[in-house]
């Protein structure tokens, strides 16, 4: 039996959740509503304030399916709750970020400002030398966040660029001159 899998989720005050068919999974919550169409072979049951997800058999596949349907039923229910952030840091002389209206610019060393819409449902604040991604859905967040990681990944001889608040960079030793 899977371990993730089996644990409830406990439905917080406030937060509605209704299952269509084919396993159809909309949350309404405080900060928002989610959707999502979850795996139809299983079952999702709702009682006594709390969710289960049961699994049909112990195929491979409904086994691989079974923890990941619980992960992301939980992380809607947390999103809709609490939401999610990630915050990301730029280093490097004349990086910055900037906020206009809805668009962030960035200056990261190019010839051109990198500028970026915000997607719907998600929005980026700027501190410092900080740009704060916030939404409920973790996964867009999460993609966003990469997103604007690529436009300069750190990299390891002087540590310049765009990384996670919580990500170390492991620093190489620079090239010496002949003696």
Known sequence: MSRIGKMPIAIPSGVTISV???NTVTVKGSKGELTRALPAMLTIKQENGQL????????????????????????????VTEGY????????????????????????????????EDPEGITTEVKDNQIIVSGISKEAVGQYAAVIRAKRPPEPYKGKGIKYADEVIRRKVGKTGKK
């Open 52 to 79: 289960t997800v049961e699994r049909p058999n112990d195929e491979k596949e409904t086994r691989a399916l079974h923890g990941l349907t619980r992960s992301l039923l939980n992380n809607m229910v947390v999103g």
């Open 85 to 116: 952030t990630k915050t990301l840091e730029i280093n490097g002389v004349g990086y910055r970020a900037a906020k206009q209206g809805k668009s962030l610019n960035l200056s990261l060393g190019y010839s051109h400002p990198v500028v970026m």
């Open 20 to 22: 269509a068919e084919n």
